[in-house]
């Protein structure tokens, strides 16, 4: 079991370029919960999808930021535009029912 | 609203001495608590789950809904512990987080 995945490891780009992480959570998992953590907010979740539906997105921060869930194997997480308050690392969680959640690798992402 | 607190940012301790890493947590229902770990720029790993009641690397928590606690307890400290360490409450999907404590473990 690869866990979760997430692409890229690291990106960097300058403001207002669009921004897309991508994960690829456990198979046989049904939840997918988007993270991002800073050291003054520390870990807050953005959004949550059920069965790929979006269920609570009360944490995405504005409308710069969309996710989408296409597929049980497959979400994003996209910025546009990008801003440099945005830089953070940004983590793919997932589970199934009541079992808890696996977390990825985490994408650090920096804004110029 | 859920709510859980972690008051030490920084916790230096020396190998083989005991740590305790404090978690309070509010909630209105019945809490189910955890702690994560994340070592050096890696991944969030859990570490307990208070439901389960078994010692993980040699760590335990128990909940004590008197005191909305659930302390994380190591008696002899290694340095493989240094790490970042968090609390976690569970209300239905949603994890909320403390704001989590380094821990260093020194020579």
């Known amino acids: 079991d690869a866990g979760v995945i997430q692409s890229p490891r690291h990106e960097v780009t300058e403001m207002g370029q669009e921004v897309t992480l991508r994960c690829k959570p456990i198979?046989?998992?049904?939840?997918l919960f988007w993270y991002r953590q800073t050291m003054m907010r520390g870990l807050e979740l953005l959004i949550y999808?059920?069965?790929?539906?979006?269920?609570?997105d009360s944490g995405m921060p504005e409308d710069r930021f969309s996710a989408k869930m296409p597929n049980a194997s497959f979400s994003t997480l996209k910025i546009q535009p990008s801003e440099p308050r945005d830089s953070a690392v940004y983590f793919c969680?997932?589970?199934?029912?009541?079992?808890?959640?696996?977390f990825g690798d985490g994408t650090r992402l920096s804004i110029l | 609203a859920q709510r859980v607190t972690q008051p030490e940012k920084l916790l230096s301790v020396f190998k083989g001495a005991p740590v305790e890493l404090k978690c309070n947590y509010s909630?209105?229902?019945?809490?189910?608590l955890f702690w994560y770990v994340q070592y050096s720029r890696q991944r969030l790993q859990l570490l307990l789950r208070?439901?389960s009641r078994e010692s993980i690397k040699g760590f335990t928590a128990d909940l004590n809904k008197g005191e909305t606690s659930f302390h994380l307890k190591k008696p002899f400290a290694q340095e493989e512990d240094s790490a970042m360490y968090y609390c976690?409450?569970?209300?239905?999907?949603?994890?909320?987080f403390g704001a989590g404590t380094t821990v260093t473990v020194r020579a």
């Open positions: 969680a997932s589970s199934y029912g009541n079992q808890p959640q696996h």
């Open positions: 198979s046989g998992h049904n939840s």
């Open positions: 999808f059920n069965n790929n539906v979006p269920i609570d």
């Open positions: 909630y209105s229902g019945s809490p189910e």
């Open positions: 208070h439901i």
């Open positions: 976690a409450l569970k209300a239905d999907y949603k994890l909320s």
